[in-house]
Structure formats: structure tokens, C-alpha cells
């Protein structure tokens, strides 16, 4: 038993197999991902408080940046684990240190949406990028196959990082283009770095991973309509109108889930590697689409219980246009992945349309019966693509 909880101080950092067999998630990679918890919270609850003031137009801008920072350094830290993690000492103190910046950049979230003071959030995201280059340059040093990809990782990273630095300093209409040129830059980054040689990531630990946050950001939801909730009751106890949306709204996240999971994701990356940047960095919106959606039912909820009949487009449109994103961006992201996409795009189409026409029909049918028809509209979209499937089984020739 201590055999197998022992771990080696050091051991020489090389490209693990694409093809390694029972590849999953290591228990410090779900560590890693507990501090995401707490910023996609932040970031979440700022974006509701603005959309309680009727000022989630103004934040919406913040809450991209600063879900930028937050999904791009989880992203980096993954696809590097999915080729380098050697799991010893050295590399569980690196990711110590990363998981330090994400509770640093998480303390910085309400200062930055209520001062624009982004100072916690970029000394947060510089420590975690510094730690990867770190990671990188130790890989560039020990594993001579992937040198000039490593190398140029660690390099590019680096540079980007006095851009983030000198973007703190900078006056406040300077600030969204030079946001906007960063965050360019650290994107082409992966694409420079990887040209000579691709990194040997695992397609299958790569699904798996994005899965898994997948699941954290709807958590994130189920904990943001959890608050509502607590809201609604304090001050209206419990009445129809706030169980009823409730769980309509439960039934929206259980529905949004189904849907991700129905796409094989893995199999496409495994047969499409070329194709990882286009699905990796698309993901970018279905992360913020679903940390948007928690933001949004929590104050449908909230709103629900007070007034279960009155119209309130603006709450409405917070829940359903991060709805249509996630359901276009399914779709989008895996068409070119595989063969036939499992959620038909004419289905897809329809589900859209409906989830942004239900909000015209709130001044009939009020708050709560438009997060009931978006949810349903979401649980029939899971039943149609259930039953397509068991249509095409049937259909199958037997071998």
C-alpha cells in the first residue's frame, strides 16, 4: 500500500504515448480543477449582481475578460498534463504554484468588475503562466524530441506575459485593444510553438478533461440557481412559482448536460488531431455560455418568486442566449470532428429558434413559463437525439 502512495522526487520529463491505455484524469489534476471552482464562482456572482441591476451589458465585457484569463490558463496546464505530466515532486510544486495564481486571480474578480481595477487578476494570471513556463522549460531540457516546440512554448509565453504587465498600466481607452492583442497573441502562441512537432497530448484525457470542466461550470449553475433560491425563500418563502422554476431550471442544466455528453468527442480528436485548436479554443464559449447560464438563473429564480407572472425580457434573454450558444457551439465544434454529428443540426436549428422566440411570450406567460419553455425546449432536444439514435441502431446491419 505505501509502495503505491509513494511518489519518485524526480523523474526525466518525456512525451508520454498518444495511445496509452486507461488514460484519465490524476487525482492532482482534479485538485488543480477545485481553485477553478472558486473563480468561475466569482466571476459568476459578479455577472448576476450586474443582471439584478440591469447592468449585464456593461459587465458583459469584464466577465469575457476575466473568464479569458480563467479558461486559458486551465487550458494550457490540461493539454500540457495530457503530454508531460510525470506526476513527481517537481511538477506537483509547479502546480502548486499555478493553483495559487487562480485563488490570487479569484480574489481579484469584485475589484475588477465594481473599480475596473484588474491589478489581483493580472499578478494572479502571471503567476500562473510564469509556472508554465517553468513547466516548459523543463521539458525543453530533458526531452530532446520536443525541444524546439517546449522552447518555443516557454519563450512565447514569457513575452506575452510583460504585454498582460504592461496592460495594468495603461490608460483606461488603451486598455480593450490592447486586452484584445494579448489575448491574440496568446493564442497564436500554441499554433507557433507546435509547428515544428505537435505535442503528444492524449485525445481520450483531453475529452475527458474538458468533460470534466464541462461539469464544473454547470456545477457552478446548480450552485448559482441554489442561491436564487436562498433569495426567493428569504423573502417570499416558498410559494409555486419559485418551485416551479426551480426546477425548470435543474431540468435546463440536467438537459444541457445530456447534450454534451452525447458527442464523441474523443473519437474525433483521436482521428482529427490537426483539428484540436479549432474544437480547444471554441470550447472557450461553451465554458463562458454555461458560466453565463448560472448567472442568468439565479436571478430568473430570484425574480421568478417575487413576480412568477410579470415580464422581465432582460432576465429572459440572460438565460436563453447563453442556451442558443451552447446549442450552436455544439454543434459547430463537432461537425468537423467526426463523420455525422449525433445531434442533428435541423433539430439543433429548431431548438435554437424556439429557445429565442420563448421570451416573446412573456408578457402571456411571464418569467417562470419562459424558463419552463427553455427547459423543455432543451429536454426535448435530448429525447429527439435519443431516439434518432435508437432509430439508427435498429437500422444498423448486423455483423
Do not use: C
Not at 523543463?138 to 526531452?143: L, T
Request: zero cysteines; a negative charge; proline letters at 5%.
Amino acid at each position: 500500500m505505501l509502495a503505491h502512495m509513494s511518489i519518485a522526487f524526480r523523474i526525466p520529463m518525456s512525451g508520454r504515448s498518444t495511445d496509452e491505455e486507461h488514460r484519465v484524469s490524476s487525482p492532482l489534476e482534479l485538485l488543480f480543477d477545485l481553485t477553478f471552482v472558486v473563480a468561475i464562482a466569482q466571476v459568476s456572482a459578479q455577472l448576476a449582481r450586474a443582471s439584478e441591476q440591469g447592468h449585464v451589458l456593461e459587465k458583459l465585457g469584464p466577465f469575457l475578460m476575466v473568464f479569458f484569463a480563467i479558461w486559458w490558463a486551465w487550458m494550457n496546464f490540461t493539454w500540457f498534463a495530457s503530454a508531460y505530466d510525470t506526476d513527481d515532486v517537481p511538477y506537483r510544486l509547479m502546480t502548486l504554484l499555478q493553483m495559487g495564481g487562480v485563488l490570487v486571480l479569484a480574489a481579484g474578480v469584485p475589484a475588477a468588475f465594481e473599480d475596473s481595477d484588474f491589478t489581483a487578476i493580472i499578478i494572479g494570471y502571471v503567476i500562473m503562466r510564469l509556472a508554465m513556463v517553468g513547466q516548459w522549460t523543463r521539458a525543453a531540457i530533458e526531452h530532446p524530441d520536443g525541444r524546439t516546440t517546449a522552447t518555443r512554448y516557454a519563450v512565447g509565453i514569457a513575452a506575452v506575459q510583460v504585454i498582460w504587465v504592461a496592460w495594468g498600466f495603461l490608460p483606461v481607452e488603451w486598455k480593450l485593444w490592447t486586452f484584445l492583442l494579448a489575448a491574440l497573441l496568446e493564442l497564436l502562441v500554441p499554433v507557433w510553438a507546435e509547428r515544428p512537432g505537435m505535442t503528444s497530448w492524449h485525445p481520450h484525457h483531453i475529452a475527458e478533461r474538458y468533460g470534466l470542466f464541462t461539469i464544473i461550470v454547470l456545477g457552478e449553475s446548480v450552485s448559482a440557481s441554489a442561491i436564487g433560491v436562498q433569495a426567493g425563500l428569504a423573502a417570499h418563502g416558498v410559494s409555486p412559482a419559485l418551485v416551479v422554476i426551480s426546477a425548470a431550471g435543474l431540468v435546463l442544466l440536467f438537459a444541457l448536460w445530456w447534450l454534451y455528453f452525447l458527442e464523441p468527442a474523443a473519437e474525433g480528436l483521436q482521428s482529427n488531431r490537426e483539428r484540436s485548436f479549432y474544437w480547444g479554443y471554441g470550447h472557450y464559449f461553451v465554458f463562458a455560455s454555461l458560466a453565463a447560464l448560472g448567472a442568468g438563473l439565479e436571478v430568473a429564480v430570484q425574480r421568478g418568486a417575487a413576480h412568477a407572472h410579470v415580464s422581465d425580457i432582460a432576465v429572459e434573454y440572460a438565460v436563453a442566449v447563453p442556451v442558443v450558444v451552447f446549442l450552436i457551439l455544439l454543434y459547430v465544434l463537432h461537425a468537423p470532428l467526426v463523420p455525422e454529428v449525433v445531434i442533428r443540426p435541423l433539430k439543433t436549428a429548431i431548438a435554437v429558434l424556439l429557445v429565442l422566440a420563448a421570451p416573446l411570450a412573456s408578457p402571456a406567460i411571464g418569467l417562470v413559463g419562459v424558463t419552463v419553455v427553455i427547459a423543455l425546449v432543451a429536454a426535448a432536444l435530448v429525447a429527439a437525439t435519443l431516439i434518432d439514435r435508437s432509430v439508427a441502431a435498429r437500422r444498423r446491419p448486423a455483423v
